[in-house]
C-alpha cells in the first residue's frame, strides 16, 4: 500500500519570500501525486497533480511541484509566499485503483 | 460546471444520539464519491466510497456507516455517536472509476462535535 510523509508539520515563512513544502511517498509503481491546500475550516482545493509527462508541473496560485522518481519526492514550491497563502498544504499519492492516501499535513503560516 | 454541497455546515450532538450528514453533486452523473475524517491536526481518514448506487466500501471500521440512495447523494450516519466520532468531516467526488486517474474534488465539510 502507499504511504506518504510530509516531514514539516508546521513552517513560517515571511511575506514575499520563496516556500518550499516536502513530500515523500511509498509507492511501487508510478504514482498520481497531488497537492491540495485547505483553509481553516474549509474543504481542500486541488493544487495541483502529477500523473505523467514533464515532472515539474504548474498550478494554481503561481505554485508548482516537481517530482523527482529517484528521491519518491514531490516538493511543492513557490517563488513569493503571499499572505493569503496561509493554510494547510496535503500531499496525496493515488494508484489506478481506489487508493488515495494524504499526508499528515504541513500548517503554512506568514508573517508580514 | 461541477458543484458539491454538504449539510449540515456545523453540528453538535451529545454522545449516544443518531448521526446523518448529507452530500450532494450538481452537474456531473455516476461520479464516485467518498467520505473523509479529519481529526484536529491530524490528515484525512477515508471512511467510504462509492463507485454507484447501493455501491458503498467501507475502509476503516467503525459505528459509522454510509448510503447512496441517489446517483449523486452520499449520506453518512451512525445510529449511536461516540465522543472519538468528533471531527471534520468532507465529502468528495471523482468523475473516474479509477481514483488514480482523476483528481477528487471536495465539498466544505461539516464540522461535529460530540459532547
Known amino acids: 500500500a502507499q504511504s506518504v510523509t510530509q516531514p514539516d508539520i508546521h513552517i513560517t515563512v515571511s511575506e514575499g519570500a520563496s516556500l518550499e513544502l516536502r513530500c515523500n511517498y511509498s509507492?511501487?509503481?508510478?504514482?498520481?501525486l497531488f497537492w491540495y491546500v485547505q483553509s481553516p475550516g474549509q474543504g481542500l482545493q486541488l493544487l495541483l497533480k502529477?500523473?505523467?509527462?514533464?515532472?515539474l508541473v504548474q498550478g494554481i496560485k503561481g505554485f508548482e511541484a516537481e517530482f523527482k522518481r529517484s528521491q519518491s519526492s514531490f516538493n511543492l514550491r513557490k517563488p513569493s509566499v503571499h499572505w493569503s497563502d496561509a493554510a494547510e498544504y496535503f500531499c496525496a499519492v493515488a494508484d489506478d485503483g481506489q487508493n488515495f492516501v494524504f499526508g499528515p499535513g504541513t500548517r503554512l503560516s506568514v508573517l508580514p | 460546471s461541477q458543484t458539491i454541497h454538504q449539510w449540515p455546515a456545523t453540528l453538535v450532538q451529545p454522545v449516544g444520539s443518531p448521526l446523518s450528514l448529507e452530500c450532494t453533486v450538481e452537474g456531473t452523473s455516476n461520479p464516485n464519491l467518498y467520505w473523509y475524517r479529519q481529526a484536529a491536526g491530524r490528515g484525512l481518514q477515508l471512511l467510504f466510497y462509492s463507485v454507484g448506487i447501493g455501491q458503498i466500501s467501507s475502509e476503516v471500521p467503525q459505528n459509522l456507516s454510509a448510503s447512496r440512495p441517489q446517483d449523486r447523494q452520499f449520506i453518512l450516519s451512525s445510529k449511536k455517536l461516540l465522543l472519538s466520532d468528533s471531527g471534520f468531516y468532507l465529502c468528495?467526488?471523482?468523475?473516474?472509476?479509477?481514483?488514480?486517474?482523476?483528481?477528487?474534488?471536495f465539498g466544505p465539510g461539516t464540522r461535529l462535535t460530540v459532547t
Open positions: 509507492y511501487g509503481a508510478t504514482p498520481y
Open positions: 468528495a467526488w471523482s468523475t473516474s472509476p479509477f481514483a488514480g486517474a482523476q483528481e477528487q474534488y
Open positions: 502529477y500523473f505523467s509527462g514533464d515532472t
